[in-house]
């Protein structure tokens, strides 16, 4: 593709070269003349005079002092990410019910799906142009929307509800029972959980995670929510539009995140408490049972408290061990 076509997609304008052929997306370092490559930070823009890479994505204040082959662009990031999806289309799937596949006869297949080696679907419902991996168990009275793509040994228990363009990655399990147990009699006896699971379009959600089914009503995730590998969301929780949540986060029962929320890697939530819109947990951070953390705040440390106080208090308590160790 050639730079000043790439230009025109993107809506952005060029220097240099209109005609430079690009190939392929790198990184400054490995990339070469065939290359586009992106800089999106000062530090990356001072290893840009270094980068052989045929075009650059670049912010518009970006100093083309060597008179590079450029593109200008409000956010070279989120330009890139579209370029790849330009230069590295993904590869199409072979349409169609593979022989190995087991698909229950009242099942309603949507066109253009494909469906892999020996993947298993119950009486379902799975939208057009939907990719269903080998290995992947969809039980009965599931409802999948279009364009999916659901990546292989995925599993999906019976009443589960999932909306358009969602990714589950391998190993994720949704609808499994909620951690539901009631203490009678000296012993712990199951509370059945008999809700379900409602997952918005163009949800992602990483590899190996899970999202238990409620106790009654829904566990739901909202529109567009990204979760990494590894995360477990509890029985009844609500997570919002717009949520970004990293690697080995677990939310407790009736846990409520709400919009734009984005919480850190290993954070645990305990029960029932609320994470209003566009706060920030970071990374390791624990969250009490029923705690309430306000609109937009930035929470650290365990338990999770405003990050200044974290800072103060690592700050003291490093102060105090350097004079336990000069009285020493």
């Known amino acids: 593709m050639q730079v000043k076509d790439l230009a025109a997609w993107l809506g952005a304008t060029h220097e240099g070269d209109p005609r430079t052929d690009l190939q392929h997306v790198a990184s400054l370092e490995e990339a ?16 840009a005079a270094d980068s052989q890479a045929g075009c650059l994505l670049v912010p518009l204040d970006f100093p083309n002092d060597q008179n590079r082959t450029i593109i200008r662009t409000i956010d070279p990031r989120a330009a890139v990410a579209k370029a790849i999806a330009k230069l590295h289309p993904p590869m199409q799937p072979h349409q169609g019910i593979r022989p ?73 399990v949704l609808g499994a029972d909620g ?38 009503g829904v566990t739901s995730i909202g529109e567009g929510s990204k979760l990494d590998n590894l995360v477990h969301v509890g029985h009844n929780c609500r997570i919002g539009r717009h949520v970004v949540i990293a690697a080995q986060t677990g939310f407790s029962g009736g846990v409520v995140v709400e919009d734009y929320a984005i919480i850190g890697g290993q954070v645990g939530v305990g029960d029932k408490a609320r994470i ?4 920030v947990l970071g990374s390791g951070s624990g969250v009490l049972t029923s705690k309430i953390v306000r609109a937009g705040q930035v929470m650290w440390g365990t338990p999770a408290r405003p990050l200044k106080q974290y800072l103060e208090q690592l700050a003291a308590l490093s102060r105090l061990a350097k004079k336990k160790k000069s009285d020493s």
């Open 179 to 216: 951690f539901g147990f009631v203490f009678s009699e000296l012993q712990y006896q199951k509370f059945p959980q008999i809700g379900r699971v409602e997952i918005a379009d163009r949800v992602e959600i990483g590899a190996n995670s899970c999202v238990d089914r409620a106790a009654l």
């Open 32 to 47: 070469g003349p065939e290359d586009l490559s992106f800089v999106s930070s000062k530090k990356s823009q001072r290893h």
């Open 276 to 279: 209003e819109s566009r706060a």
């Open 100 to 172: 190995t596949a087991v698909v229950d006869p009242e099942a309603q297949i949507g066109k253009n799906v494909s469906v892999g080696p020996q993947a298993v679907i119950g009486k379902s419902k799975i939208g057009a142009g939907t990719t269903i991996g080998a290995g992947t168990v969809i039980a009965d009275h599931v409802e999948l929307g279009e364009d999916c793509l659901i990546h292989a040994n995925v599993t999906i228990y019976s009443g589960v509800k999932i909306g358009s363009h969602v990714i589950l990655h391998s190993g994720c």
